[in-house]
């Protein structure tokens, strides 16, 4: 249970915009010492002014959290401002669609790199930080945030590298709350599994570099574009909503924080699949015009 929130250092990634800006915002008031990183400079430049006008102490790192040599960076440079962290939101995350065997190398390699590296690289590089002050200071208390999806519990088609990715940052993030448990009780690990919400992933190809950026996008990638620009701009729940739940999870104790509990219901059919052994349950089994949608406009010559 964390309760004082005070004076306590954040480190969180992707915080430009999304959910890691919304975090920060909340941090900014409840105190803390913010430790902004992104890989768009103008993004993070705006979220720094308007967080030390909000009275907040920053750090801000340009950082692509794909490159451990970056990230080993950032976490020396993270000690020497403020120490150990107490928070850290391993939040950055990149989305990308179309069928899964059209992904090129580049795909995998962007994708994987900052969704599964760039959070493994800030569990390798600040936990051990925040053990070592656990170990020192019996009253401190930590707490790591990585941001997975609903895409991470299932198993939606034409978005399969994406899926991929957020499946690994779950099963990180269980086996980080498990590692923790056997070791300390002052430090825990929650996953965050947001369903469509109106944040900056849609767009994140505009961070992607230019050797990894494909000439064409083949047709199911455009299309996988345009229905993930409609369901994440549609998004009826904000990202400061899910902010707050994060911080109300980690006040709580609570691993598993999601947006949309309703959408647990796809997950329980998804469980009861694989242990009944049965075929995947159609995704579109209640919305069947979406499924229909989707399958003429890739099978149009």
Same mark, same amino acid.
């Given at each position: 249970?964390?309760?004082?929130? @005070? @004076?306590?250092?954040?480190?969180?990634?992707?915080?430009?915009?999304?959910?890691?800006?919304?975090?920060?915002?909340?941090?900014?008031?409840?105190?803390?010492?913010?430790?902004?990183?992104?890989?768009?400079? =103008?993004? $993070?430049?705006?979220? &720094?002014?308007?967080?030390?006008?909000?009275?907040?102490?920053?750090? #801000?790192?340009?950082?692509?959290?794909?490159?451990?040599? #970056?990230?080993?960076?950032?976490?020396?440079?993270?000690?020497?401002?403020?120490?150990?962290? +107490?928070?850290?939101?391993?939040?950055?995350?990149?989305?990308?669609?179309?069928?899964?065997?059209?992904?090129? &190398?580049?795909?995998?390699?962007?994708?994987?790199?900052?969704?599964?590296?760039?959070?493994?690289?800030?569990?390798?590089?600040?936990?051990?930080?925040?053990? #070592?002050?656990?170990?020192?200071?019996?009253?401190? !208390?930590?707490?790591?945030?990585?941001?997975?999806?609903?895409?991470?519990?299932?198993?939606?088609?034409?978005?399969?590298?994406?899926?991929?990715?957020? +499946?690994?940052?779950?099963?990180?993030?269980?086996? $980080?709350?498990?590692?923790?448990?056997?070791?300390?009780?002052?430090?825990?690990?929650?996953? $965050?599994?947001?369903?469509?919400?109106?944040?900056?992933?849609?767009?994140?190809? !505009?961070?992607?570099?230019? =050797?990894?950026?494909? &000439?064409?996008?083949?047709?199911?990638?455009?299309?996988?574009?345009?229905?993930?620009?409609?369901?994440?701009?549609?998004?009826?729940?904000?990202?400061?909503?899910?902010?707050?739940?994060?911080?109300?999870?980690?006040?709580?104790?609570?691993?598993?924080?999601?947006? +949309?509990?309703?959408?647990?219901?796809?997950?329980?059919?998804?469980?009861?699949?694989?242990? $009944?052994?049965?075929?995947?349950?159609?995704?579109?089994?209640?919305?069947?015009?979406?499924?229909?949608?989707?399958?003429?406009?890739? !099978?149009?010559?």
């Amino acid at each position: 249970m964390i309760t004082d929130f @005070n @004076n306590k250092t954040a480190v969180l990634t992707g915080a430009g915009s999304g959910f890691g800006l919304e975090c920060a915002r909340i941090g900014a008031r409840l105190g803390m010492n913010l430790v902004l990183v992104d890989v768009q400079q =103008d993004a $993070l430049d705006r979220a &720094v002014q308007e967080l030390q006008a909000a009275g907040a102490a920053v750090l #801000a790192q340009r950082v692509d959290v794909s490159n451990a040599a #970056a990230m080993d960076a950032l976490g020396q440079a993270v000690q020497a401002r403020f120490g150990a962290p +107490h928070f850290v939101f391993n939040n950055a995350g990149v989305g990308s669609g179309g069928l899964i065997w059209e992904n090129s &190398v580049q795909d995998w390699e962007w994708v994987l790199g900052v969704n599964v590296m760039g959070v493994a690289h800030g569990v390798r590089v600040f936990t051990p930080m925040m053990l #070592a002050a656990a170990a020192q200071d019996p009253a401190y !208390r930590g707490h790591i945030v990585n941001t997975a999806s609903m895409a991470g519990l299932l198993n939606a088609p034409n978005m399969g590298i994406y899926n991929v990715s957020k +499946h690994a940052v779950v099963a990180l993030s269980e086996t $980080l709350y498990q590692d923790l448990a056997l070791v300390t009780d002052q430090i825990s690990a929650s996953v $965050l599994c947001p369903y469509f919400v109106p944040t900056g992933i849609s767009q994140s190809h !505009r961070n992607r570099p230019a =050797d990894a950026t494909p &000439v064409k996008p083949t047709r199911s990638q455009l299309i996988g574009q345009a229905m993930s620009d409609k369901a994440v701009g549609s998004g009826r729940v904000s990202a400061a909503d899910v902010a707050q739940k994060v911080f109300d999870a980690m006040a709580a104790g609570q691993f598993y924080i999601y947006s +949309h509990p309703k959408a647990i219901g796809s997950v329980q059919a998804r469980l009861e699949d694989i242990v $009944l052994a049965r075929n995947p349950t159609d995704p579109f089994g209640h919305k069947p015009e979406l499924g229909l949608e989707l399958k003429r406009a890739l !099978r149009a010559a």
